[in-house]
């Protein structure tokens, strides 16, 4: 039988403290029950002798300080997992919201998981496909990458995760099925909206767990949800053998939600206020991404955040670029242009792809075509500076021709729209059609047999044909 | 009195009657003996950071100080190997605890089982000295053990030659004062404590890297600091991954502190399969590999690089040359800034502690080139990776950084965004050790390196002043002798500054051959200065295709054919000559 402690000692903010605790353990949970018989779960975030701080999940409104029972469970926080799972909704603190009733658990874990050994890492080599040229061509997505979308408010990343979920297929001939994982921290009922209806109408319901934090639920349980999704996440990956791709959105809100609760502690603020161990604490969220040596299944993270000020300099955006394996970076300019997906290509980078692609994976031409249409747009970015100061008619012959291949690249290789599924084969002959614009002495990447095999000067007109 | 648990939070433990622990004890704490260290002592209570999750550790909990500072085990077996903060050996850790991270499980960084055949460099009766050596081992192909006395005194016994684990007695020795120890294989050392030497060495030695921008441009020496800093996509990882396969050290401590954990599995994969560039042996029998990634606790992030530089230094007693790679100095910084506000230290700059920058110092100090204690010379080079927050470089840590190192590499997010790699950038970087090494870059390569190279330099300067202008009025107003200036610049950073890491013949360039490349793309200066000289436009020379055949030289010729660089220089004199014919 486990003790009930009457009454708090203190109330402040998410938190309260408890005097005279015995035996409680750090992060335990603990379940508070009011006068009316309402219940809310809490975690132990601060232990001092018999002193315990507690925070809890759904805010303290309507506690006082005699009308509430305590008592503590004797386990760090765990949610229920099974296969089960899959076509279900539930709480951002994983209790199911879909009124299909309790999960029956297979097993019990505790949410905040434990860090991988690198020694039993898989190293990520095989592409998923998302049939967008941008991604698929130039930043390619690696099976148990970590690769997060950097945008701003009012871009339509929504809708690229969306078409990534319907889209995404392995390359090879792995016949592991995919899973989804979405974790929604802080949005508003919309787009947690807008994400439903588009698993139901594409059928991929059947296989997405959901886990929502509204905009309006606390925010101590918005710091949870990416743990529970991640747990199920490792479930259905490294226990069920699914390819599981997870996308949380958003994790600025989350970050948010950190801040918030970190200044209710006390603690000394970092960076804009954001406590000095955000940097650990994403971490823990990121690094739970990857492949297993031995087991099936993978782990692959496409977090969304929104760059407050579309400042990529920001803290969320800056660590979190430091810690994840690249970046998928929305462009307003783009977006204002009417480009969809608005994805710009250069800040863009998967530091798995050199090893994901290329012969025996994609096709042999990939890397030295990305290489290339990299190295010609960043050019097209010096070209146009210029043509802003002088006009692009005092350009040079060559520097037009930049300026024809960046429209090029822009309007027919990344623009696609939202129910368009390219193959890789079409992403890399856009690209080489696009790099026909340009003379061939400036494929200065690109080696004499691959030009000869698939460099056309002509592939420009084709192009220009369709417009 | 016995020890308990008082106050938890977060990796900070407050535990009471703890007055009779000593700062930076090891302890163990709580049911599962998680391993902390002691980092303040009060009347009442004694803080330990923890260097494990310390979730579900109660008040009332045990505690128990071990006597020692936190301690590492030193001898074969550490090469090959990956640990993690506090050299806790990761592939026994994963026999123990499966693919997660288990806590509280204390194993011995070195294999207790295996054995390894010892040769004797002392008998009974001889007399050592502190340092020297009196057994060894191969411990690698390439790498052979040497274990030194830790102090003087006569032998009066030593095992007979064969094999041993390295826990068995095998040699005793008295000392001067009449006390006896036995000496086996291993041995420890705490890690916040610099090993001893006998003194310190003027830097006279580069470390080849096989990197052109570094070794022509910004050499690092043997026992030299660099510091690498870039923001986030610029190319840290994979240049300081090219410096451990490719530099000129005997070991490489790599040390992965707080960054991901598929980059520490890919080290592991890749340098098991890559050969050793002297030895044709695997990389890893020369590397020590240290993981601590993001999501591993972060005080053992902390205590991380120490380990890394006592495995380093423990090398260079053997007298090799070690590098140290270090990425990254600011995740190791992040962590003493995170432990430091769970202290409730008063922060300083950017919420950084006040005592970063001599932490910084004393971590960068313990490298150098040095007579060990035995009278062998062995160095610790390190090379510190960066990671400034907005890849602004006036933040404390590269700033605090910058006064302990001598050559910094500064990555230059435009240049990667146009791929261009290393993304070293050539105008912001710089190498104090040049003017050190200047005897050794005359003597093995003559006198006219230092002048090309400052050719080069400036070649590169004044396209940077040029190209100011070209963002306002385009290249091709410009005159022709400017348009020289941009076309050859192009020729360098294209053919010489940029380097294909996934090219088999590109990514390790000998000095001789970055010389010849100099050479070559100087000759193609001058003499298309003569053509423009004489008022013919530039274009014509470009129409022979001689400029692009120039940046292709880093594929085209093999790195041990250097005699073709001969033909090149004749393939320029041809087109300069045929254009010449052409406007006679």
């Not at chain 1, 139901?200 to 949800?225: C, K, Y």
Request: charged share 25%; net charge negative; aromatic share 8%.
């Amino acid at each position: 039988m486990r003790m009930e402690y009457l009454g708090l000692s203190e109330i402040r903010g998410p938190l309260v403290v408890l005097d005279g605790v015995e035996n409680a353990g750090y992060e335990e949970m603990c379940e508070l029950t009011l006068a009316d018989g309402e219940r809310r779960l809490g975690r132990v975030i601060l232990l001092e002798g018999t002193r315990a701080v507690v925070q809890l999940f759904s805010g303290t409104r309507g506690l006082s300080l005699e009308n509430v029972r305590t008592r503590f469970s004797g386990a760090p926080m765990e949610i229920p997992l099974s296969r089960e799972m899959l076509g279900r909704v539930f709480s951002g603190a994983g209790r199911p919201v879909d009124g299909l009733g309790e999960l029956y658990p297979e097993e019990r874990r505790n949410i905040n998981g434990s860090a991988i050994n690198p020694v039993s890492r898989l190293y990520p080599r095989s592409c998923i496909l998302t049939g967008i040229s941008a991604i698929d061509g130039m930043s390619t997505l690696i099976c148990g990458q970590k690769l997060p979308i950097f945008s701003g408010a009012g871009l339509r990343h929504n809708e690229v995760a969306a078409q990534i979920v319907r889209q995404a297929k392995t390359a090879g001939d792995d016949e592991s099925e995919f899973a989804v994982v979405f974790a929604a921290m802080g949005v508003k009922n919309d787009t947690a909206d807008f994400f439903r209806r588009n698993f139901e109408e594409s059928g991929a319901i059947q296989r997405v767990v959901m886990f929502m934090n509204m905009a309006s639920d606390p925010i101590i349980e918005r710091v949870l949800t990416p743990r529970c999704a991640l747990t199920a996440a490792e479930y259905l990956a490294f226990t069920c053998g699914f390819h599981v791709l997870v996308i949380m959105t958003d994790m600025s809100s989350y970050c948010e939600a950190l801040r918030e609760f970190s200044s209710s502690k006390g603690e000394i603020p970092s960076r804009k206020g954001y406590p000095s161990y955000l940097y650990s604490d994403l971490a823990s969220l990121y690094e739970r991404a990857g492949m297993l040596r031995g087991m099936g299944g993978s782990v692959t993270q496409v977090p969304i955040l929104t760059m407050p000020n579309d400042d990529i300099t920001h803290p969320i955006p800056d660590l979190t670029g430091f810690i994840t394996e690249g970046q998928i970076v929305l462009d307003r300019e783009l977006d204002q242009a009417g480009v969809y997906p608005p994805i710009a290509v250069l800040p863009s980078l998967s530091r798995l792809m050199k090893d994901g692609i290329g012969k025996g994976y994609t096709r042999e031409d990939h890397p030295i075509l990305a290489n290339q249409l990299f190295s010609s747009y960043a050019r097209v970015q010096e070209v146009r500076n210029l043509a802003g100061v002088i006009g692009e008619d005092e350009l040079g012959e060559t520097d037009k021709k930049y300026m024809e291949f960046g429209r090029l690249l822009e309007e027919h290789v990344i623009r696609q729209s939202p129910g368009e599924n390219r193959t890789i084969d079409q992403t890399l002959a856009l690209g080489w059609q696009a790099l026909g614009v340009l003379p061939r002495e400036e494929l200065d990447r690109v080696e004499e047999t691959l030009l000869r095999k698939y460099y056309h000067e002509d592939g420009a007109a084709a192009l220009r044909g369709d417009l | 009195m016995s020890i308990t648990v008082h106050s938890v939070n977060g990796p900070v433990v407050k535990l009471r009657g703890g007055r009779a622990l000593t700062m930076m004890e090891t302890v163990r704490v709580g049911a599962e003996r998680l391993i902390g260290e002691v980092v303040g002592v009060t009347e009442r209570e004694a803080v330990v950071q923890v260097y494990e999750d310390t979730a579900g550790l109660k008040p009332g909990d045990p505690a128990e100080g071990l006597g020692e500072p936190l301690s590492i085990e030193l001898g074969p077996g550490l090469l090959h190997n990956i640990f993690d903060g506090i050299a806790r050996p990761l592939r026994a850790l994963e026999n123990a605890t499966g693919p997660f991270m288990g806590r509280g499980v204390n194993l011995p960084a070195l294999d207790p089982e295996r054995k390894w055949d010892v040769t004797f460099h002392a008998a009974a009766g001889d007399t050592l000295t502190a340092g020297a050596c009196w057994a060894s081992c191969p411990e690698t192909e390439i790498i052979t053990h040497r274990c030194a006395a830790p102090e003087g005194g006569s032998v009066e016994w030593t095992a007979p030659p064969g094999a041993y684990t390295v826990h068995e007695p095998l040699l005793r020795l008295r000392d001067a004062r009449g006390n006896v120890r036995e000496l086996t294989l291993a041995g420890r050392w705490p890690i916040r404590e610099a090993r001893p030497s006998a003194r310190r060495l003027a830097i006279s030695m580069p470390l080849i890297t096989g990197q052109r921008v570094i070794d022509t441009l910004f050499p690092i020496a043997k026992g030299g600091c660099a510091a690498l800093p870039g923001p986030f996509g610029a190319g840290k990882t994979i240049t300081q991954h090219q410096l451990a396969k490719w530099s000129d050290a005997d070991v490489i401590v790599y040390l992965g502190c707080g960054e991901r954990g598929n980059e520490m599995t890919q080290v592991l994969e890749e340098f098991g399969q890559l050969p050793d560039p002297k030895s044709g042996k695997p990389l890893l029998d020369r590397t020590v590999l240290i993981a601590n990634t993001s999501n591993m606790p972060v005080a053992a992030r902390e205590a991380s690089v120490y380990t890394g530089m006592t495995i380093a230094e423990y090398y260079r007693d053997m007298g090799y040359h070690v590098a140290v790679m270090a990425d990254s100095t600011s995740r190791w910084a992040e962590a003493l800034r995170e432990i430091s506000g769970r202290l409730e230290e008063m922060p300083a700059e950017e919420g950084f502690p006040a005592y970063l920058s001599s932490r910084l110092a004393e971590f960068y100090e313990r490298a150098g080139y040095k007579v060990t204690l035995g009278g062998q010379e062995g160095s610790v080079t390190v090379i510190g990776a960066v990671s400034p927050q907005g890849g602004d470089f006036s933040e404390p840590v590269t700033q605090n950084s910058k006064r302990f190192i001598r050559a910094f590499w500064a990555l230059d997010r435009q240049l990667a965004y146009a791929r261009h790699f290393p993304a070293i950038n050539w105008i912001t970087s710089y190498s104090e050790y040049l003017e050190d090494l200047a005897p050794w870059y005359e003597e093995r390569l003559g006198r006219d390196f230092a002048r090309l190279r400052a050719r080069v330099t400036r070649l590169l300067q004044e396209e940077s002043k040029l190209m100011e202008i070209v963002k306002l009025i385009g290249a091709d107003i410009l005159p022709e002798e400017q348009k020289l200036v941009i076309e050859c610049a192009r020729v360098v950073r294209l053919g010489f500054l940029q380097q294909n890491a996934y090219h088999e013949t590109d990514t390790f360039v000998p000095i001789e051959k970055q010389k010849g490349m100099m050479e070559v793309m100087m000759h193609l200066y001058d003499e298309a200065r003569r053509l423009v000289d004489r008022g013919i436009p530039l274009s014509r020379l470009k129409e022979t295709g001689i400029f692009d055949r120039l940046i292709r030289i880093k594929y085209d010729v093999p790195n041990d054919q250097l005699l073709q660089l001969d033909d090149i220089r004749i393939g320029v004199d041809a087109a300069v000559g045929s254009v010449l014919e052409a406007n006679r």
